[in-house]
């Protein structure tokens, strides 16, 4: 294991968490995320800390940021961008939104309505944006970090199974414990230590540390442990959708780039069942459905477990 790679990544953790008090695990997770090459989606209740958590995450990397606030008045040309005729050479001008970034705040995601949800499948999925008939190629490192309220009905629409099928990790932030809420407290404004944040990474050390993270060896008993969860959640009697391969690709992806953020160069079962929840739950369509999008979370996440304690681990 590169000794340099590891560095960088717990610069990259610790940066991090001189915003998000003890919030280490979940800090842990959204970089497992960006060495994955996925998509972030941070799911939880008002005042938590979602865009805290985002705006720090790319403050600590050395590249492009683009904060998009989504309203039920937008359209897709002002996250892609639009044509706009030039007068003096009788050509359009393709002038670009704000999706050409490395790191992509989608904050309140599911207040849009689905037309401009599904303005990012393309991005998210192909790293390409397509205006006019033409494709354009997003940056590199690209990462989309979404947020949305999970309780919260009036002036909101669900995600289609689609879209969050492009997110590789579904995260919850939670309460934070009675001694880091006290310090959040006294600071009162977060935004004065995010911009005293220092990039702890560069986009070109990032690429490299995705590299690596693909790179983590992983055994074909452990790749088949992955796929035995995927499928099983196929065949759940209350699932009705279960996993697809996206979701098999990613959670193996996830586990590589856990293991590497674990300070290991190969993946073990335990790397698996940790990233099973935030990778595969959000994907799986359920036949009973909770009051509210968190009840629905809770139940998907049950149902998860359930499948991966009834398949054998491998030794």
Known sequence: MDASCLEKVGRLIDSVEKVMYGKREVVELCVVGLLARGHLLIEDVPGIGKTTLAQSLAKSIDCSFARIQFTSDMLPS????????????????????????????????????????????????????????????????????????????????????????????RVEVGYPPEADELRIMRRHDPMDAIAALSPAVTGHELIEMQRVAGSVHVDPAVEQYVLEIVRGTRTHEQVRLGASPRGSQGLLEASQAHALVAGRDFVTPGDVKRMAAPVLAHRLLIRSRGADLAASAKERERILLEIVQGIKVPV
């Open 78 to 169: 002002d996250i892609l961008g639009v044509s706009i005729l030039n007068p003096k050479t009788g050509d359009f001008d393709y002038r670009r939104g704000p999706i050409f970034a490395n790191v992509v705040l989608a904050d309140e995601i599911n207040r849009t309505p689905p037309k401009t949800q599904s303005a990012l499948l393309e991005a998210m999925s192909e790293y390409t944006v397509s205006v006019d008939g033409i494709s354009h190629p997003l940056p590199k490192p690209f990462m989309v970090i979404a947020t949305q309220n999970p309780i919260e009905h009036e002036g909101t629409y669900v995600l289609p199974e689609s879209q969050l099928d492009r997110f590789l990790l």
